[in-house]
């Protein structure tokens, strides 16, 4: 975007005597006397060592740490003279700012002029700049593209963000609130119960509600992962927050045995345990979002198969290897869990 910088500074004597000796040798630039007899009556300061001080000035103040290369100049410009003992100031205007083509990186191009303390234009040049950026900001726009998938009771500014962020939870509330339905789901009374006998010492909680100074939670426990290095991950919600939490024992009791399966009960998971290579199961629990594949379709190692809405961000779950999908065991919406096998390819 186009903006306006003014940066100054007072010309002195020292550095402009220097730089004409050294590389002008004109004594209009350093002799008061000689110079007093010229059109101009005093001396004039060398306009490239101006030049200088100006991309100086410029260059310290806003691309230091940024800046890649110097691609040029052009009209480059001394409309005024400039003296010793004057004070000027450097105006930079971005006239022009667009991403290069290779790289995280941008082409600037501004407008400098310094004026003196009379508001005098003493020099104009047009630099060209390369200037770093930023990786997000050369991601093309999406939102525009995300509005044809939204339903139409996405309204508001706030509906849209809210279905950007978190499509699927968003869809949800909004058929809620279609149907008049958003309303807080009541808490089931905890049953009464007596002390714990010996056949209840197995059983351990998967829901349940705690209290950590006055404030209470609401905890499930979604799953749990692989041990590895005496530490085993599991998936617990916390008020409905997904959080992921390591546990490394230090002392185990026998808590008991587990009850024998009811006559006639089956114990079969909802869906099965991945044994092999081509069993795709997800990263952590969470709820399926979109199905991305069919039955019978051929997927390389790495294409996107489904994604997983966890922790309140979206992930893709690639494909393990090259491929036919032969199952697909879950279905948008679906909760699963680590240990289950979600698609299957041969």
Known sequence: MPGLLELGRVIIGRGEAQAAVEHEGRFR?????????????????NSLFTLGLMIGISVNDLTVGTIVANLGMTEVKFPAPLF???????????????????????????????????????IVYTPLRMVKGRPADRLEPEFE?????????????????????????????????????????PLEPAEAKGPAVAHDLHLAPAEFNITVHGENYHVVVSGSGRTTDGRKPYYIRVNDRLQEVSLEPLQEVLAGVPESPEAGGTSKPKRP??????????????????ILVTEGAQVKTGDPLLIIEAMKMESQVPAPMDGRVTAILAAEGDNVKIDETVIQLD
């Open 29 to 45: 630039h350093i002799d008061h006397e000689f110079a007093a007899k010229s059109e101009w009556g005093r001396p004039l300061v």
């Open 84 to 122: 010793q003992g004057d004070t000027i100031h450097v105006e930079c205007e971005v006239t022009e700012a667009r991403p290069a083509a290779k790289g995280a990186r941008g082409l600037v191009r501004t407008r400098n002029e310094i004026r003196n303390q009379r508001g005098e234009t003493v």
């Open 145 to 185: 593209k995300l509005k044809k998938d939204m339903p139409p009771t996405a309204t508001t500014p706030e509906d849209q963000l809210s279905f950007a962020l978190f499509p699927a939870i968003a869809r949800d509330f909004f058929e809620a609130r279609e149907r008049g339905d958003l309303h807080p789901e």
């Open 273 to 290: 345990r991945p044994t092999k290579p081509g069993d795709v199961a997800p990263p952590m629990p969470g709820r399926v979002v979109k």
